[in-house]
Nanobody, 125 residues
Framework: VQLQASGGGLVQAGGSLRLSCAASARTFSSYTLAWFRQAPGKEREFVAAWKGNSGSTYYADSVKGRFIISRDNAQKTMYLQMDNLQPEDTAVYYC???????????????????WGQGTLVTVSS
């Protein structure tokens, strides 16, 4: 499975961006897809996920109410709409996927087998 993230860029605080993650998986709808991010000097952290088949969504507390994860199974693409961006959202954003995750594993990067290359989001104050 190949994942390709795009859509990063430079935005002022309070602005918006939409990230995309295109996937090559044959059974796209069964994959749990997630966004993680990694700021300089920090560990990779969970941002949001959409559980395959169930359609359940999960968010980190830090982005709840500002970010929305969605997916288009026909286009095999996942999105992350990010509104009211803040400087602390600055990071490289990665999309990740796996088709064998249980719910309790969704928030942990180590459980995902497939990763995109990352896209940089920079929020200026």
């Amino acid at each position: 499975v190949q994942l390709q993230a795009s859509g990063g860029g430079l935005v002022q605080a309070g602005g918006s961006l939409r990230l995309s993650c295109a996937a090559s998986a044959r059974t796209f709808s069964s994959y749990t897809l997630a966004w993680f991010r990694q700021a300089p000097g920090k560990e990779r952290e969970f941002v949001a996920a959409w559980k395959g088949n169930s359609g359940s969504t999960y968010y980190a507390d830090s982005v709840k109410g500002r970010f929305i994860i969605s997916r288009d199974n026909a286009q095999k693409t996942m999105y992350l709409q990010m509104d009211n961006l803040q400087p602390e959202d600055t990071a490289v954003y990665y999309c990740a996927g796996d088709n064998r995750l249980i719910t309790s594993s969704i928030r942990y990067a180590r459980h995902y087998h497939y990763w995109g290359q990352g896209t940089l989001v920079t929020v200026s104050s």
